[in-house]
Every structure is written in structure tokens, then in C-alpha cells.
């Protein structure tokens, strides 16, 4: 199958305002319709990979970026762009779930409203279809009206899988999104997202190594703010060609 380039970076250096180079020199195309993981010790630069793409650290003190991050060939920093509707385009969702403190419904159909969808029907079947992809609908069909603090950890972090596909992203970034979840959560969310790359592009900072490998498309190392290599999961986590991808594979650094 012809693949399409849906994110492309282009010498990538980002600088904090303490002068830690977490990215270096960063160049990758990330595929639509496939789930790419970028993985890595600590400190790698992971989360400020993915924050970059979403622009979340614009407001980073002092922080210093060079390079180009392409989303369907446009530059995502250019001047004329505008961020919230770059960031309805490319969702998030983090390791720690934070629902709003409103219904299961509302929580849903907050970030749509805000988009200005007003129409009931369309916005009964954004909760439906949302809550669905992300695993959920079965467990919660019942109760759409009790809060979202109802919900065990792992629900909750399906709930806010949930808002960010309401919104109909292009492309879900996901930081460490089942470090705090139990095994059937996390299982259930895995095979929801392989539902969803047919649908969306996937960009994930799995929390260990065997998730990385069970998702994975496509799988970047990256090693001190630098991508150390890239290739297919399956090249990557059974070949790898550089000594410390395959000695962090093998658990020989942390
Ligand atoms: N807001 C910040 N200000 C200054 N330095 C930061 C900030 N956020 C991250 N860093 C530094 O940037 C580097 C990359 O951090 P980042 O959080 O991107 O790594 P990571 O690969 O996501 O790590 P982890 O696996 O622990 O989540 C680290 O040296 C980190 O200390
Ligand atoms: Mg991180």
C-alpha cells in the first residue's frame, strides 16, 4: 500500500529556557492511517516531541526551536496558522487522565460544543461514536449522566481518549496514555487503536518497551534529544542496527 505523509520534520533543535537541547537536529516523517512509537530512556526528548507537535510548548519560557514541522505539507508555525484549530486537527492525550468535573456526556461533548456544534442529534452521536472508539461505550451507555470522577483510573483514561476523538482529530498524540492502567484497560485501548489508525494517524510514547513493540507500525529510538534510528516495529524491535537501540531493547540501560 502507497504510504502518505502526514507529519514531516525537518531539522528539529529545541532548547528550554535552561539551556537543555531536548531535541537535536530531529528529521522523521510520521505516516497517516499507521501508529508510530517513539520510545527511549528518560529525558530522551519524547514528550517534548509530541508537545511540539501539538504546539503546547509556544508559551515554554525563553525556550528557543529551529527546524520545520510539516502537517499535510503546511508549516505549523507559520504565522497564519491558528493554533486551536491546529490543535482540534492534531489531539493529545496525557499519562494522567483529567476529566472535567461534569457528566460523562458533558465531558464528551464539551470540547465539540466549543467548536460550535449545537445540534443534539449530531452531538448524541459524537458520544456514542467517540465513546465507542475509545472502548468505553459498553461499560457507560447507562450512565452517561454520573460524573466523570465516577469512572475507575483506566475508564477515565478511556473517557479522555474519548474527548479527544470527539473532536474528529486528523492525528492523536499520545503521551505514556496507559502508564497508570490496569492490563485488560490497556488491552482494550490497544485494540481500539488499531481500529482507529484506519481512521486517524497515531503517534505514541508508549510507557515500556513490550507495549512499543505491540503497537508499533513504525518505531523511532530516541537517546538524548537525538533519534538514533527509525525503521518498521518489526525491523526495529527484532534488527535493530544501532548498538544502543538494541542495548536498550535488550534492557541493558534504563
Ligand atoms: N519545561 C521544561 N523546562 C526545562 N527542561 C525541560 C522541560 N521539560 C523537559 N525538559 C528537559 O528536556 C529533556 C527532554 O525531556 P522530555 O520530557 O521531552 O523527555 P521524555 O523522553 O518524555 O522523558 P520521559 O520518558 O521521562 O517522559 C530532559 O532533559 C528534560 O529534563
Ligand atoms: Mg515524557
Same mark, same amino acid.
Given at each position: 500500500m502507497e504510504r502518505t505523509p502526514k507529519i514531516v520534520i525537518e531539522h528539529l533543535n529545541?532548547?528550554?529556557?535552561?539551556?537543555?537541547?531536548?531535541?537535536?537536529?530531529?528529521?522523521?516523517?510520521?505516516?497517516?492511517?499507521?501508529?508510530?512509537v517513539i520510545f527511549g530512556p528518560a529525558g530522551g526528548g519524547k514528550s517534548t516531541l509530541l508537545r511540539v507537535i501539538n504546539r503546547l510548548n509556544d508559551?515554554?519560557?525563553?525556550?528557543?526551536?529551529?527546524?520545520?514541522?510539516?502537517?499535510?505539507?503546511q508549516d505549523i508555525y507559520a504565522k497564519e496558522v491558528d493554533?486551536?484549530? #491546529?490543535?482540534?486537527?492534531?489531539? +493529545? &492525550?496525557? @499519562?494522567?487522565?483529567?476529566?472535567?468535573?461534569?457528566?460523562?456526556?458533558?465531558?464528551?461533548?464539551?470540547?465539540p460544543r466549543l467548536a460550535g456544534v449545537r445540534d443534539k442529534q449530531k452531538l448524541d452521536q459524537l458520544v456514542e461514536q467517540s465513546l465507542t472508539q475509545a472502548a468505553l461505550w459498553d461499560e457507560v451507555k447507562d450512565r452517561l449522566n454520573d460524573s466523570g470522577?465516577?469512572?475507575?483510573g483506566g475508564q477515565q483514561q478511556r473517557?479522555?481518549?474519548?474527548?479527544?476523538?470527539?473532536?474528529?482529530?486528523?492525528?492523536?498524540?499520545?503521551?505514556?496514555?496507559?502508564?497508570g492502567l490496569d492490563p485488560l484497560s490497556t488491552a482494550k485501548i490497544e485494540d481500539s487503536m488499531?481500529? #482507529?489508525?484506519?481512521?486517524?494517524? +497515531? &503517534?505514541? @510514547?508508549?510507557?515500556?518497551?513490550?507495549?512499543?513493540a505491540r503497537v508499533a507500525d513504525n518505531a523511532a529510538f530516541f537517546l538524548q534529544g537525538r533519534l538514533i534510528e527509525e525503521g518498521t516495529g518489526k525491523q526495529l524491535f527484532t534488527k535493530p542496527k544501532d548498538k544502543r537501540t538494541e542495548d536498550y531493547i535488550m534492557g541493558r540501560f534504563g
Open positions: 529545541f532548547t528550554y529556557d535552561d539551556g537543555t537541547e531536548s531535541l537535536l537536529d530531529v528529521s522523521s516523517t510520521i505516516y497517516a492511517n499507521e501508529i508510530t508559551l515554554a519560557a525563553g525556550k528557543s526551536m529551529t527546524g520545520r514541522v510539516l502537517l499535510d505539507g493554533v486551536t484549530a #491546529l490543535r482540534r486537527k492534531v489531539g +493529545i &492525550v496525557f @499519562a494522567q487522565p483529567q476529566p472535567l468535573p461534569l457528566s460523562l456526556r458533558a465531558n464528551i461533548e464539551y470540547g470522577y465516577a469512572l475507575s473517557l479522555c481518549l474519548a474527548r479527544v476523538l470527539a473532536l474528529e482529530p486528523e492525528v492523536i498524540l499520545m503521551d505514556e496514555p496507559m502508564s488499531q481500529q #482507529l489508525k484506519q481512521l486517524y494517524t +497515531i &503517534v505514541i @510514547a508508549p510507557h515500556n518497551i513490550q507495549q512499543a
